[in-house]
């Protein structure tokens, strides 16, 4: 199963979808969805892949959420986050969201009421069950909502967003709990350091 990063950090198993195996499968979605018969249940199958991939939302979270917490205008989320056994909201930025993913979600989402929750499906095995056959139409199985939580984490780790920033993304509390996904970019991105290394003894050409 090369498209899961599973390492252990702390004694604690973290099993994430490799982020462009998550972009790629959005991608293919899109086109699998057309011509579909059953398009509206596979366009939510969509939304919900991108939405919990590129919010970082637990599954209760994404049940919580109305369609007036989110602003695609201002390309803001008012997050219902666990603290304490009790939901509060707390708002987190979605600048880093692609173009084509937001007018995805805006097409989506047209015609709902404001009060009416995001997704139409409402138990967690529900959000469960559209994430797992998502990723199995295109045989990636054994995928599950929490993964896609830890690939964006992972994603942004990777690309140098600083600590503090993702842990008020991922709405932890503890800052411990965030720095384990620096540890799994940073060893996720040593195969490709050693090719590089390999690259700059073996073709000097590559030194400016």
């Known amino acids: 199963m090369d498209y899961l990063i599973v390492t252990k950090v702390g004694g604690r198993v973290i099993r994430a979808v490799r982020p462009k195996i998550v972009l790629e499968v959005l991608n293919r979605l899109d086109k699998y969805i057309e011509g579909r018969r059953k398009r509206q249940s596979w366009e939510e199958r969509r939304f919900i892949v991108g939405f919990l991939f590129w919010t970082g939302l637990r599954a209760s979270e994404l049940l919580k959420v109305r369609r007036r917490d989110l602003d695609i205008a201002s390309r803001l989320l008012h997050a219902p986050t666990l603290k304490q056994r009790s939901f509060v909201k707390i708002t987190i930025s979605l600048r880093h969201v692609p173009n084509d993913e937001i007018r995805f979600w805006e097409r989506f989402l047209a015609g709902k009421d404001l009060d009416s929750p995001i997704v139409d499906i409402r138990t967690r095995f529900g959000v469960w069950r559209a994430v797992h056959d ?11 909502p929490h993964m896609l939580r830890h690939s964006i984490a992972i994603l942004l780790a990777t690309l140098g967003v600083p600590l503090n920033v993702l842990q008020r993304f991922l709405r932890h509390t503890d800052p411990k709990n965030t720095s384990i996904y620096y540890s799994i970019s940073a060893r996720d991105m040593e195969p490709y350091l050693e090719r590089v290394k390999h690259r700059l003894l073996t073709e000097e050409s590559l030194i400016l």
């Open 134 to 144: 998502a990723f199995k139409v295109f045989g990636y199985e054994r995928v599950y």
